[in-house]
């Protein structure tokens, strides 16, 4: 990449942090530009799951007072996310460049559609059983073990996958859903980094180049991210995944 491309990365994985922060969507903004940049779509893929994975540990750390009553649920989340990702990251593996190619606006649609209708999807569940959620029944387990062979394989939604299968549990504080999700997500996106990494298809020099944008981006983003508002944030977002979606559908089946 040039130096311009590189400034374009570490802008996009800065605004992906305060994104994050606000309304989620940031691998949405960061993949596309890894796209341009020249990468193939699988390094991209990977690269951007690794660039991002090292947030989580500082959401987890800011989630701890939340996680102290639920620690009996984060070992069977982080042992789903360990063998999702696993799995997906050697499906990613195993896929052809060319057929990824042409996955992808698809997958962009599908990340964007979730991310559309997120609100919906948390409602989803059954009467408030917080304070006897002892365990994940073994359907919410079976869905759990699916998004994260989906995250390993692309990543982009998985948050929100995540915090509507917290609702079909009974939770209800957003505070504890989100610190459970940091666990998931940033579990398998970890498992599936390491994955990638060792088979070569990561680019260390722009993950590391985003890891330091995305969190920058998380701590100093999040003033401008709110004052445009999480509604007006969560739009743009859906605009460009549209956007991208109709634009590498031309790129990959059509052009």
Same mark, same amino acid.
């Given at each position: 990449?040039?130096?311009?491309?590189?400034?374009?990365?570490?802008?996009?994985?800065?605004?992906?942090?305060?994104?994050?922060?606000?309304?989620?969507?940031?691998?949405?903004?960061?993949?596309?530009?890894?796209?341009?940049?020249?990468?193939?779509?699988?390094?991209?893929?990977?690269?951007?799951?690794?660039?991002?994975?090292?947030?989580?540990?500082?959401?987890?750390?800011?989630?701890?007072?939340?996680?102290?009553?639920?620690?009996?649920?984060?070992?069977?989340?982080?042992?789903?996310?360990?063998?999702?990702?696993?799995?997906?990251?050697?499906?990613?593996?195993?896929?052809?460049?060319?057929?990824?190619?042409?996955?992808?606006?698809?997958?962009?649609?599908?990340?964007?559609?979730?991310?559309?209708?997120?609100?919906?999807?948390?409602?989803?569940?059954?009467?408030?059983?917080?304070?006897?959620?002892?365990?994940?029944?073994?359907? #919410? =387990? !079976?869905?759990?073990?699916?998004? @994260?062979?989906? $995250? %390993?394989?692309? +990543?982009? *939604?998985?948050?929100?996958?995540?915090?509507?299968?917290?609702?079909?549990?009974?939770?209800?504080?957003?505070?504890?859903?989100?610190?459970?999700?940091?666990?998931?997500?940033?579990?398998?996106?970890?498992?599936?980094?390491?994955?990638?990494?060792?088979?070569?298809?990561?680019?260390?020099? #722009? =993950? !590391?180049?985003?890891?330091?944008? @995305?969190?920058? $981006? %998380?701590?100093? +983003?999040? *003033?401008?991210?709110?004052?445009?508002?999480?509604?007006?944030?969560?739009?743009?977002?859906?605009?460009?995944?549209?956007?991208?979606?109709?634009?590498?559908?031309?790129?990959?089946?059509?052009?």
């Amino acid at each position: 990449m040039t130096s311009l491309q590189l400034g374009l990365v570490f802008v996009a994985s800065f605004v992906a942090g305060g994104v994050n922060s606000v309304a989620g969507g940031g691998t949405l903004l960061t993949f596309p530009v890894l796209l341009s940049g020249g990468l193939d779509s699988i390094a991209a893929n990977a690269t951007n799951s690794a660039g991002l994975a090292p947030g989580a540990l500082t959401s987890f750390l800011g989630y701890r007072k939340e996680l102290a009553n639920l620690r009996h649920l984060m070992l069977p989340l982080a042992l789903l996310a360990l063998v999702g990702a696993t799995v997906g990251a050697f499906l990613l593996l195993a896929t052809p460049t060319r057929l990824f190619d042409r996955l992808i606006p698809f997958l962009i649609l599908a990340a964007t559609l979730l991310f559309a209708f997120q609100d919906k999807l948390k409602k989803l569940g059954k009467a408030p059983t917080e304070g006897a959620l002892e365990h994940i029944t073994p359907g #919410i =387990a !079976a869905y759990l073990l699916c998004v @994260a062979v989906y $995250g %390993g394989y692309f +990543g982009a *939604g998985i948050g929100i996958l995540t915090l509507a299968a917290l609702g079909m549990l009974g939770m209800t504080d957003i505070h504890k859903m989100n610190g459970l999700k940091t666990v998931f997500t940033g579990g398998l996106n970890v498992v599936a980094s390491v994955v990638l990494l060792l088979n070569g298809k990561v680019d260390l020099k #722009i =993950a !590391a180049l985003m890891t330091v944008g @995305a969190m920058l $981006g %998380g701590w100093l +983003g999040v *003033g401008g991210a709110r004052r445009l508002g999480a509604s007006n944030v969560r739009k743009l977002v859906i605009l460009i995944g549209i956007v991208l979606s109709v634009q590498t559908l031309l790129r990959y089946w059509v052009l």
